[in-house]
Nanobody
Framework: QVQLVESGGGLVQPGGSLRLSCAAD????????MGWYRQAPGKERELVAA???????NYADSVKGRFTISRDNAKNTAYLQMNSLKPEDTAVYYC??????????????WGQGTLVTVSS
């Protein structure tokens, strides 16, 4: 079972950039979808961006043009490049992996989360 560890969160001023990393313990080649979600205080967890094993991507409207998700299968790592950050981007960001063809069928794994705070 793959385990995920996020890193790269921190405090950044509005307009700044951060790159989040999601390191997997093991190959992500067979992981159908790697995704980044975020949860702000008092809000539901929401999908920020997702990338499939075929490198197709999907983004929340609120981050389109500012965030870029990518995956480096050779490094077993997914990334979220966040540019032009806004205060409303402040949240705990979680990495997610979905494997539709795991040994027991569908498997979903979450990382522990990394806090991104956008504030002046």
């Amino acid at each position: 079972q793959v385990q995920l560890v996020e890193s790269g969160g921190g405090l950044v001023q509005p307009g700044g950039s951060l790159r989040l990393s999601c390191a997997a313990d093991g190959s992500i080649l067979s992981i159908n979808v790697m995704g980044w979600y975020r949860q702000a205080p008092g809000k539901e967890r929401e999908l920020v961006a997702a990338i499939t094993s075929a490198d197709s991507t999907n983004y929340a409207d609120s981050v389109k043009g500012r965030f870029t998700i990518s995956r480096d299968n050779a490094k077993n790592t997914a990334y979220l490049q966040m540019n032009s950050l806004k205060p409303e981007d402040t949240a705990v960001y979680y990495c997610n992996a979905q494997d539709f063809f795991g040994p027991n069928g569908y498997l979903e794994v979450w990382g522990q989360g990394t806090l991104v705070t956008v504030s002046s």
